[in-house]
Nanobody, 122 residues
Framework: QVQLVESGGGLVQAGGSLRLSCAASGRTFRFYAMGWFRQAPGKERDFVAAISTSGGSTSYADSVKGRFTISRDNAKNTVYLQMNSLKPEDTAVYYC???????????????WGQGTQVTVSS
């Protein structure tokens, strides 16, 4: 069982930056691939980024490539999402998730956090 708690969301102006954190409970964090997803009002939840267990492999949605960076610290049981050059269309609730494999599909993730709101003003 893994419990995930996101933090770091907030209100930021377009062009600004935020760093999201997702803290995991338990000693098995290092065995899980981690993903970030987001859901804007009235829309489906979309893939943002994912990272392998070791951190050696990452994957990004085209919409965030070059602006967002996913990383993890297995010693701290934490995964991060550094978001730069934020745009109003990045406004959403951001969720972190844990699963056995790096994947774009939310069905591959077994554990989810409660989400953190990111709002980007124009």
């Amino acid at each position: 069982q893994v419990q995930l708690v996101e933090s770091g969301g907030g209100l930021v102006q377009a062009g600004g930056s935020l760093r999201l954190s997702c803290a995991a409970s338990g000693r098995t964090f290092r065995f899980y691939a981690m993903g970030w997803f987001r859901q804007a009002p009235g829309k489906e939840r979309d893939f943002v980024a994912a990272i392998s267990t070791s951190g050696g492999s990452t994957s990004y949605a085209d919409s965030v490539k070059g602006r967002f960076t996913i990383s993890r610290d297995n010693a701290k049981n934490t995964v991060y999402l550094q978001m730069n050059s934020l745009k109003p269309e990045d406004t959403a609730v951001y969720y972190c998730a844990a699963g056995p494999y790096l994947s774009w599909s939310e069905t591959m993730y077994n554990y989810w956090g409660q989400g953190t709101q990111v709002t980007v003003s124009s």
